[in-house]
T-cell receptor, first 113, second 113 residues
Framework: DAKTTQPNSMESNEEEPVHLPCNHSTISGTDYIHWYRQLPSQGPEYVIHGLTSNVNNRMASLAIAEDRKSSTLILHRATLRDAAVYYC??????????????FGKGTLLTVNP | SAVISQKPSRDICQRGTSLTIQCQVD?????MFWYRQQPGQSLTLIAT?????????ESGFVIDKFPISRPNLTFSTLTVSNLSPEDSSIYLC??????????FGPGTRLTVL
């Protein structure tokens, strides 16, 4: 599986935007970029995913570099409830793929009041 | 999005016994997965639960230790057999959504004495 690199931790202030980076220099053409987050004592929660174009949903935005070797998850206004471990994961979508996810260590986001 | 429930939410078991964890999805899903999250660690995929056939196990996980059933498209069980303290972990199931995303249950916290 192609690997991703994320900072171990980041801090943000409440109501400010947060940009969480992810490097994936060995990404293949059929890899989707997924973001999940895990709040304390909960199962992971799907945030967003994309292939080539930038994506927006009610939770966040995903900005994908033109060469697809990096991406950034953007939380537009951080709240205390956004404090979590954020995982950037590559998942191939091809014939026979079972959407397998390989979790790395992720980025621990701390949000200060 | 699919809602995943797991039973039990937590259990304390004696060494040498087994624990069966149930995972219920509120809608039919093609793919279901089982993960383990050891204390302070990220998630590790145990296996893909296949409906009507044997589960597909990841490297390091075997059917004798982690038998899995998937009788239909909304339900799966994971049994952790011959328990040892090293099996103390959180076990999570997930279901695959229509857009390649996964929805996770809240997890089952297992403590082996």
């Amino acid at each position: 599986d192609a690997k991703t690199t994320q900072p171990n931790s980041m801090e943000s202030n409440e109501e400010e935007p947060v940009h969480l980076p992810c490097n994936h220099s060995t990404i293949s053409g059929t890899d989707y970029i997924h973001w999940y987050r895990q709040l304390p004592s909960q199962g992971p929660e799907y945030v967003i995913h994309g292939l080539t174009s930038n994506v927006n949903n009610r939770m966040a935005s995903l900005a994908i570099a033109e060469d697809r070797k990096s991406s950034t998850l953007i939380l537009h206004r951080a709240t205390l409830r956004d404090a979590a471990v954020y995982y950037c994961i590559l998942s191939p979508l091809s014939a026979g793929s079972n959407y397998k996810l390989t979790f790395g260590k992720g980025t621990l986001l701390t949000v200060n009041p | 999005s699919a809602v995943i429930s797991q039973k039990p939410s937590r259990d304390i078991c004696q060494r040498g016994t087994s624990l069966t964890i149930q995972c219920q999805v509120d809608s039919q899903v093609t793919m279901m997965f089982w993960y383990r999250q050891q204390p302070g660690q990220s998630l590790t995929l145990i296996a893909t639960a296949n409906q009507g056939s044997e589960a597909t196990y990841e490297s390091g996980f075997v059917i004798d230790k982690f038998p899995i059933s998937r009788p239909n498209l909304t339900f799966s069980t994971l049994t952790v057999s011959n328990l040892s303290p090293e099996d103390s972990s959180i076990y999570l199931c997930s279901g695959g959504g229509p857009y390649n995303e996964q929805f996770f249950g809240p997890g089952t916290r297992l403590t082996v004495l």
